[in-house]
């Protein structure tokens, strides 16, 4: 179970004259897998960066808290893990050179301990200290997926989670779902079945146009 909680209310977005999804309610209140749900261009990355804090709804609020305690959006990073194809890397950098810049961007201790155990479990730690140009695009996404593990989030967002990835980098993938849901919220957005199996609820996006 987890303390924290997502609460969206009435969440409009429109770009332009262009509505993009109209009066979401959503409540993420326990620890699970939470789906959202839709094709190409439903909205569902603009719906995530929305809960993230990274973009505002058009009309509507979204409100994180933890113990009941509002979290201000300048707080947000330090709550929330989040996965994206969008998500940008250094590539002049090292893995463990990316890890560390952006344990510092957090402002959070770098946990070489935790880093070095997610990144045999990611199968990186061998190219640990290789410049990340070099890797190949599914490395990249795995990588990312370290970004968003390393401090323990209690909100783990996932915007098209398995992208670039073999069938053993997407098994790896379910089994960091199934092990981090029992103490976090994790919001899955896909429109492949298999990412959504695991969720428990799911929303489709095109019953709110």
Known sequence: MTDYRVICENVNKSFGRRLVFKNINLLYKDSGVYGISGRNGS??????????GLIAPSKGR??????????????????????????????EFTAEENLSYFAKIRGTDYNKEKVDSLLNEFLLYDRRNDLVKGYSSGMKQRLKFIFALMHSPYLLILDEPTSNLDSTGKDSVYKIIENESASSIIVVASNEENDLELCKERIQLEQFK
């Open 43 to 52: 909205g569902k990355s603009t719906l995530v960066k929305i809960i993230a």
């Open 62 to 91: 979204i409100t994180h808290s933890k113990q009941d305690k509002k979290i201000e959006s300048e707080e947000l990073h330090n709550h929330i893990g989040f996965v994206s194809p969008y998500l940008v890397l250094y590539d």
